[in-house]
């Protein structure tokens, strides 16, 4: 049995959050999942609170169809993923195995769901919970810039930061903020891989997401690991090696 009362979140003792957990609905708006996300992942820093209701978001979507179990998933895999650990604590991922199997099973189930082929952003968050689960590297808490259609990297070479752009406005790199305004300085255009050499991870992806029918994150996919020039010293870098660099470098 948790005692909540000798565990931390954010705010302090734990006291409230099987409180919470007990509140929380299906339905991912509902403001209680807000509190909840306060507590146990504030701006991406997880607490010994966070960890101990892994259980319970996983026995929340055994519970809950594919369909209706994002919300504890996506919790749980920004949990899992989160680099920011309380000092002292245990590898979640040593610590809940069991729960991470699992987690990643629901998961799997969940990505699979029609409904996520009219919700690309939906679909990326849970794969960044996968990621999460399954321990990658940097993905499980980084993969959601492919839903702000943008990364901010330094340039390897002279350490300019780029803004990596592949949306609305347009697919390139440059080194002015403002790039949305057809004023923007300078604009290079990226140099997207090929999906028949992609390798490893971003080969897994990419696949994934065309089974899946998420060919617009697919097409994402090889920007993030395509090649982009810098807008200032025109050096040509890997997108995913400088996103790598910078969150676990």
């Known amino acids: 049995m948790t005692d909540w009362s000798q565990l931390n979140h954010a705010y302090g003792t734990a006291e409230d959050v099987p409180g919470l957990l007990d509140k929380v609905s299906q339905a991912p708006n509902d403001s209680d999942w807000t509190e909840l996300w306060s507590r146990l992942c504030h701006q991406g820093?997880?607490?010994s609170a966070s960890h101990?209701?892994?259980p319970a978001l996983r026995d929340m979507a055994r519970q809950w169809s594919p369909a209706d179990r994002q919300a504890p998933l996506l919790l749980a895999g920004a949990i899992a993923a989160s680099t920011?650990?309380?000092y002292g604590e245990q590898d979640p991922h040593v610590a809940y195995a069991s729960e991470m199997s699992d987690l990643l099973q629901l998961t799997e189930e969940?990505?699979?769901d029609p409904s996520l082929s009219d919700d690309p952003g939906t679909?990326?968050?849970l794969l960044a919970a996968l990621l999460g689960f399954e321990d990658v590297a940097v993905w499980g808490e980084q993969l959601d810039?492919?839903?702000?259609?943008?990364?901010?990297?330094?340039c390897p070479a002279c350490g300019a930061e780029n803004?990596?752009?592949f949306g609305e406005y347009g697919f390139f790199s440059t080194t002015d903020s403002m790039?949305?305004?057809e004023t923007a300085a300078k604009k290079i255009p990226l140099q997207p891989a090929d999906s028949s050499a992609l390798e490893g991870l971003a080969q897994r992806l990419h696949s994934r997401a065309l089974a899946d029918n998420q060919a617009d994150v697919a097409g994402k996919l090889t920007y993030l690991f395509g090649k982009a020039q810098c807008a200032e010293c025109d050096a040509v870098f890997s997108v995913a090696d400088a996103v790598a660099t910078r969150w676990d470098g």
Do not use: S
């Not at 810039?145 to 330094?154: A, I, K, R, T």
């Open 52 to 54: 101990a209701a892994l």
């Open 123 to 125: 679909y990326v968050y």
């Open 179 to 181: 790039y949305m305004n």
């Open 45 to 47: 820093t997880v607490y």
């Open 110 to 112: 969940a990505l699979r």
């Open 163 to 165: 803004f990596i752009a």
């Open 84 to 86: 920011d650990q309380p």
């Open 145 to 154: 810039g492919l839903n702000d259609d943008e990364y901010e990297v330094p």
